[in-house]
């Protein structure tokens, strides 16, 4: 798999993985000029399901992982309900990560001030955010540390 990279802040990552998640607004009350940003920003469900679905898999930091078209990591959530729902990402160098739950219209991203070979950190703040949203992380997308 080719190298795939993307950079930006918090922010500008939540607003791309928002068009893969569908919705119209960043969550979390943000303020006005941010959520008009993404207006029209949705990608064609077609694509976005094309996207999650699994092209190829290998090794993500000596742990297995999953991608999709497009160089998206691949995982699970699971809603309230019990629903399982794809979830589409990238787990990047130092512990950023970006991801969207389209099922659920939820986007988010996590940058760092600095660097860690370690994902925990990470992963415990994605997982707190996503419960705040009614998901729980299934196993599989951050390697264990």
Not at 52 to 79: E, H, I, Y
Request: glycine share 16%.
């Amino acid at each position: 798999m080719p190298g795939v990279s993307a950079h930006g802040s918090a922010r500008a990552l939540a607003r791309f993985y928002a068009a893969l998640a569908g919705g119209d607004e960043p969550a979390g009350g943000a303020e006005p000029a941010a959520a008009a940003s993404t207006a029209g920003l949705r990608l064609p469900q077609a694509v976005v399901a094309h996207a999650a679905r699994p092209a190829s898999s290998g090794t993500l930091n000596s742990a297995p992982a999953t991608w999709g078209l497009g160089g998206f990591q691949l995982g699970r959530v699971v809603d309230t309900s019990g629903r399982s729902l794809p979830l589409v990402g990238h787990l990047g160098l130092g512990g950023v990560v970006g991801l969207a739950v389209p099922g659920a219209g939820v986007a988010l991203a996590v940058t760092v001030s600095q660097l860690s070979v370690r994902c925990a950190p990470t992963r415990r703040l994605v997982e707190l955010l996503l419960r705040e949203c009614g998901l729980r992380l299934e196993p599989g997308f951050f390697p264990e540390d």
